[in-house]
């Protein structure tokens, strides 16, 4: 796959293209944006693009390094994840400092996954390699959440944003991947492909639906068996529902096109409204997953 693949990030692909073909590339990026929208996708085909053989501004897509890095084995494009806790410690930001002092082969691209994720310690040692900056690596920040971050560290990053992508362009993935229901998955998308392939396979969206129109007795009984879901899909699915009851109510567009929406009056859905966001936000202080559970089976409005 080579940045002509990559699809609803015009401007963002014009820009490092510009920073390929004039050989300026800036020694930090940080890309910013909505998740699933391709921002790994792009950070790699940068990597590609700056050690491709043929040397545009796209990857061959066919030579050695393209390959390798396609497949994860090029040394020097190193992919940094958040751990099984979905943080990123100081012992990781050491190992990339060590990394950059290594001699390369062709440019060293280290591409940082939810960057946001660093703990304090890892984003006060990490400034210093960005203080310090390599001449032969670049180094690409990816996040969603970009407020997470030191000031310190997004002054120093050249910021490349990225945008929703659109119903159609979402429609067209997933078309090209011949999902049935392609039409009603990119409605719910919210322009994120990662979103759009996480309710093809899973059936939370489902399950949020069937809880909002339990009692609040049978949904206390329900808690338990919802332990193995994920919970941001979960939010997500019931605020896309409660946004339908709302657009119900004004006579407009509904996004869950296979479910009967009923309106249960202004008063209810905004409250419904307000809950969901109250437990969205009880995630940014680390509630566990089963309160937050608890807390929607209390507090969400009937729909009986």
């Given at each position: ?8 990030q ?11 073909m004039?050989?300026?590339l800036?020694?930090s ?19 590609k693009a ?10 061959c897509?066919?030579?050695t390094?393209?390959?390798?890095i396609?497949?994860?084995n ?19 930001v ?5 990394a ?8 060293r691209?280290i591409i940082?996954?939810d960057?946001?994720?660093m703990?304090?310690?890892a984003?006060n040692?990490f400034?210093k390699t960005l ?13 969603s ?5 030191f000031?310190?560290i ?6 490349v ?8 362009e979402?429609g ?11 039409e ?5 998308s919210?322009?994120?492909m ?13 399950l ?6 339990l009692?609040v007795?049978?949904?206390?009984f329900?808690v338990?068996t919802?332990k193995?879901i994920?919970?941001e ?16 109510h ?8 296979d479910v ?10 905004l ?7 109250q437990a969205?936000?009880?995630l940014?202080?680390?509630?566990s ?16």
């Amino acid at each position: 796959m080579s940045f002509n693949d990559i699809i609803g990030q015009e401007i963002a692909k014009e820009i490092l293209q510009k920073d390929i073909m004039k050989e300026r590339l800036p020694s930090s990026y940080l890309f910013i944006g909505p998740r699933g929208v391709g921002k790994k996708l792009t950070a790699v085909n940068l990597a590609k693009a700056i050690n491709c053989y043929k040397k545009g501004v796209d990857p061959c897509d066919n030579c050695t390094n393209c390959s390798l890095i396609d497949k994860g084995n090029f040394p020097d494009c190193i992919i940094v994840s958040p751990d099984e806790k979905g943080t990123i410690k100081i012992d990781r930001v050491r190992e990339i400092k060590q990394a950059v002092t290594l001699k390369t082969i062709g440019r060293r691209v280290i591409i940082i996954e939810d960057a946001d994720t660093m703990t304090e310690e890892a984003q006060n040692a990490f400034l210093k390699t960005l203080e310090e900056p390599p001449f032969d690596t670049t180094i690409i920040l990816i996040s969603s959440n970009p407020n997470y971050l030191f000031q310190t560290i997004i002054s120093r990053c050249k910021i490349v944003k990225f945008r929703r992508l659109s119903k159609l362009e979402v429609g067209r993935l997933l078309k090209t991947r011949k999902v049935e229901n392609a039409e009603l998955v990119a409605n719910l998308s919210g322009g994120s492909m990662e979103r759009a392939l996480s309710l093809l396979e899973s059936n939370t969206r489902k399950l949020a639906i069937k809880f909002a129109n339990l009692t609040v007795r049978k949904r206390l009984f329900t808690v338990n068996t919802l332990k193995d879901i994920s919970i941001e899909e979960f939010l997500d699915s019931l605020y896309i529902l409660y946004g339908d009851m709302l657009a119900q109510h004004f006579g407009l567009e509904v996004r869950n096109t296979d479910v009967k929406i009923v309106d249960k009056g202004l008063s209810s859905t905004l409250k419904g409204m307000s809950i969901i966001r109250q437990a969205t936000l009880a995630l940014d202080y680390y509630v566990s997953s089963n309160n937050i559970l608890y807390y929607l089976a209390y507090n969400l409005p009937e729909m009986g």
